[in-house]
């Protein structure tokens, strides 16, 4: 199953986001506090296709490649993203990277149970040297996380997510064509699938469609790019993954929560696709919070401080889009 990540394209999905935002401190601009609500967007509904879902109580377990070059501060980006999702933050920062993940918790199995409240970062391992070389196939994907887990480098986890993240360099099939990143399954023994995904490094390739807003958009109304609290590239990277993230946990076998074409379906995120604040519309992300030192814009905070910008998510029960539960 795959799914297109195409953020300006796909920004005539025009809908209102309000953030739940509070006073800000060390340097960051205060805003009043607002309740997370949306107006609806064109369709009414994700359909539940009654397949399994990466329910709890456990966390979604993730096994990250990095395939190619990325700096320190480039991977502790997505690294600390991740472990930004512990609910244990500090309770001053507000709306958080948790917060927002709260949301999946109204995506439900046919038994009841929901979406896992967390995930949990097991294993990682890089392969600086592109050993199959800097032009891939999505096939190779595949091949790479089948690869780490008959070498027993990594688990073979059916509770877990495996992130195959490319570098600048490497050009992947699809990748700043149609696509800013994909999830889907693999065999990995003959009773055994496993699900997987792919983003890459948008910031020289394609930031204007796969970076947005911290890039001008390729396409669609001009805009001012915003600036990037951890680097375009680094920021364009954590938006994606948390789309595909989001996806895959809600539709992991294409059988899950999606609207639309089952090969190119609206999911999670992708059903708010270019809404990250408060009066968003075609070429405008909406209201964000800015750093009032270096005038990064954001819309959660994470761990250390991190601030990170996410799209809006699909709320079940509102039948709306939010950020922050």
Known sequence: MRINLLWPLLFPLTI????????????????????????TPPFSELTYHKGPIMTGPSPINLYIIWYGVFSPMH????????????????PKLDPTVSKWWKTTQFYKDT??????????????????????????????????????????????DPTAI????????????????????????????????????????PG?????????????????????ALVAPNGVGADGMVMNVATILSGAATNPFNTGYFQGDALAPLE????CSG?????????????????LKNKASYNVYGVKGRKF?????????????KVGA
């Not at 953030?19 to 609500?37: K, Q, R, V």
């Not at 990682?124 to 196939?137: I, P, R, W």
């Not at 809404?275 to 750093?291: R, T």
């Not at 910008?309 to 889009?321: G, V």
Request: with cysteine; hydrophobic share 40%.
């Open 275 to 291: 809404v990250f604040g408060e009066g968003a519309y075609p070429g405008y992300p909406g209201k964000l919070l800015v750093d």
């Open 75 to 90: 991977k502790t980006t997505i690294t600390d993203f991740f472990a930004s999702f512990n609910q244990n933050l500090n």
């Open 16 to 39: 209102t986001v309000v953030l739940a935002m509070f006073p800000s401190t060390n340097g960051l601009s205060e805003m009043p506090s607002i309740p997370s609500s949306l107006v």
């Open 162 to 201: 495996y992130f195959v993240l490319t570098a600048s360099d490497v050009i992947v099939e699809q990748f700043c064509m149609n696509s800013c990143g994909f999830h889907n399954t693999v065999l990995v023994s003959p009773s055994q699938r496993v699900v997987y995904a792919h983003v890459g490094d």
């Open 111 to 156: 038994k009841g149970k929901s979406v896992s409240g967390t995930v949990k970062l097991l294993g990682e391992v890089s392969d600086a040297k592109c050993s199959l070389g800097k032009n891939l196939k999505r096939a190779n994907i595949a091949f790479l996380v089948k690869r780490m887990i008959a070498t027993k480098t990594f688990l073979a």
């Open 309 to 321: 910008l996410l799209p809006a998510m699909w709320d079940l029960l509102s039948k709306t889009c």
């Open 204 to 224: 020289t390739q394609c930031p204007g469609l796969c970076a947005w807003p911290y890039a001008a958009p390729a396409y669609g109304p001009p805009g001012k």
């Open 268 to 271: 999670a995120l992708t059903a």
